[in-house]
């Protein structure tokens, strides 16, 4: 099965990158970008068959991924509706494009919505999926095996799909500001910065690692290690006096009324 990429930056860039790591064949991927020059450092990078003309990833491709940045989707859109190519499945992956505007947009095209996250180059990513009316079962269980391969797929109703954004799309920057956050505190009690960053970073994995191996509640490995009296449970006091549990309430919150105004305009 070959991929088409139209669009491949930061996000595209990572998934393409994520495949080729997962042993998918670099022959089997096809991209087009908006400037000679992206083209030239996709080949470099990454070896696969980069170039500018749309058209020929919607002809050669057997599924097709929107990578552009949301105000470049209609023009991408159009044109692979005047493409004259056989209908496949378009998964696109833009903010805000909602399945009924890509329906609208691609009439008896199957589509997908999803929204990746950029861990996925690692292999760690999660994925969210909502599909369109027009989709076979097998297409999408080909497509959710793309994303297989990149970490966790997760289908949501589409009424969902904001609130998943906030949490997992956006969210790795919200972790990578904790982690900064944690490590300066750290600095400020005298820790060297590059120490305190190492320190910070390997107790974000672990500890997400522990909470995902012992399957357990999070709020309860939280009050395991912290011993009544000790100083664990004198930092988590301070954690919930100064209310970290609203800050973060209230930034999910923004963030998906951000992403129901993209899906609204
Ligand atoms: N970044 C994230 O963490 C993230 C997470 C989830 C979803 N997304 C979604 O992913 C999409 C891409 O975001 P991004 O951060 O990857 O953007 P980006 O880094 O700016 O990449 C955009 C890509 O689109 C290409 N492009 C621009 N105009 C084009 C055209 N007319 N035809 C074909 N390719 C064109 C660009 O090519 P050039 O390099 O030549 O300009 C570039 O490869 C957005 O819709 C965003 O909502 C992003």
């Not at 470099?44 to 105000?71: H, S, W, Y």
């Not at 949490?167 to 600095?187: C, E, H, Q, T, W």
């Not at 191996?213 to 004198?234: F, H, M, N, S, Y």
Request: charged residues 20%; neutral net charge; proline residues 5%.
């Amino acid at each position: 099965m070959k991929l088409g990429f139209i669009g491949a930056g930061e996000m595209g860039g990572a998934i393409i990158k994520g495949l080729l790591k997962s042993g998918w064949p670099k022959e089997e991927i096809i991209a087009s970008v908006h400037s000679p020059s992206s083209a030239e450092r996709l080949q470099g990078e990454f070896g696969i068959c980069a170039g500018t003309q749309n058209r020929q990833t919607v002809t050669e491709a057997d599924m097709l991924f929107i990578a552009v940045k949301p105000g470049v989707v209609p023009q991408v859109l159009e044109e692979i509706r005047s493409s004259g190519a056989a209908a496949k499945p378009v998964i696109c992956m833009a903010l805000g494009w909602t399945l009924e505007k890509l329906q609208a947009a691609l009439p008896g095209w199957p589509v997908v919505r999803i929204m990746p996250n950029t861990p996925l180059a690692l292999g760690e990513g999660v994925t969210l999926f909502a599909f369109g009316k027009d989709i076979s079962a097998s297409q999408r269980a080909d497509a959710q095996a793309v994303f297989a391969r990149l970490g966790q797929t997760v289908e949501l109703p589409e009424a969902l799909f904001d609130a998943g954004t906030a949490v997992s799309g956006s969210g790795p920057a919200f972790v990578y500001y904790f982690i900064d956050a944690l490590a300066k505190a750290g600095v400020a009690q005298g820790l060297q910065p590059e120490q305190a960053v190492t320190l910070a970073v390997q107790t974000t994995v672990g500890a997400a690692k522990m909470v995902e191996a012992e399957k357990a509640d999070p709020a309860v490995l939280a009050q395991k290690v912290a011993t009544p009296g000790g100083c664990t449970a004198a930092g988590l006091d301070v954690l919930k006096t100064k209310g970290l549990d609203e800050a973060l309430r209230d930034t999910i919150g923004a963030t998906v009324d951000k992403a129901r105004a993209f899906a609204n305009k």
